[in-house]
């Protein structure tokens, strides 16, 4: 079965800084990878999308690669801020499996002023 | 208004009894889906729907069900709830393939 990996240790950095966060996926590719931001005690918020012929896509600060050669996603958050601490997941979305998306367990970054 | 309300937000309740969590939405979408969540486990399918008449069970159906009454209105039972679905649960509707999921603030679930 497909299997997720995000790194389950917080990632800590300065403000300022560039956040990185990876998503790796074993078996095929999906048709499209997403990514969401989940802030504690609620519901995940939909951040970005982007199709397996993409290589990259951007949104503000926010930038998503898409590797399918390496099965892996990176998400960076630029300029990061206090603001931007939050557990952050990738999810898979495969043609075949009728729009139901497949979550890695996240990862929670903080970003100290 | 949320796009998509989950009814209650919070719930204790006593092994054995038959409790039902409620979630509608106003997007217009014609597919919701009922996930779990877990520490250290992510978000898990319990059963989607992609209309009224088309009810789907996922990863961990065991032990729970559904009712779409709408093309707004998915509600998740737990027969008779156990301590180990003790966990937070989530109401999600979306457009399609290629489109993010709209999900509700969740529901607090605690069986003992």
């Known amino acids: 079965s497909q299997k997720i990996e995000q790194n389950s240790e917080a990632l800590n950095i300065q403000e300022g800084k560039t956040a990185t966060l990876t998503c790796n996926y074993t078996n095929y590719s999906p048709a499209y990878l997403q990514w969401y931001r989940q802030d504690p005690g609620r519901g995940p918020v939909f951040l970005l999308l982007?199709?397996?012929?993409?290589k990259e896509k951007r949104k503000e600060r926010l930038k998503v690669t898409f590797d399918t050669t390496l099965k892996q996603s990176l998400f960076h958050i630029t300029a990061s801020q206090p603001a931007d601490s939050a557990t952050y997941l990738c999810a898979l979305d495969y043609y075949n499996a009728g729009n139901m998306l497949t979550f890695g367990g996240g990862t929670r970054l903080m970003v100290k002023p | 208004d949320a796009d998509v309300t989950q009814t209650p937000r919070n719930r204790i309740t006593k092994t054995g009894k038959r409790i039902m969590l409620e979630c509608s939405q106003t997007k217009g979408h014609d597919r919701m889906y009922w996930y779990r969540q877990d520490p250290g486990l992510g978000l898990r399918l319990i059963y989607y729907?992609?209309?009224?008449?088309?009810?789907n069970k996922g990863e961990i159906s065991d032990g729970y069900s559904v009712s779409r009454q709408a093309q707004a209105k998915f509600s998740l039972s737990l027969e008779s709830a156990i301590p180990n679905q003790t966990a937070l649960y989530f109401c999600?509707?979306?457009?399609?393939?290629?489109?993010?999921?709209?999900f509700g603030s969740g529901t607090r679930l605690t069986v003992v």
């Open positions: 982007i199709r397996e012929n993409e």
């Open positions: 999600a509707t979306s457009g399609g393939h290629g489109v993010g999921y709209t």
């Open positions: 729907s992609f209309d009224v008449k088309d009810i």
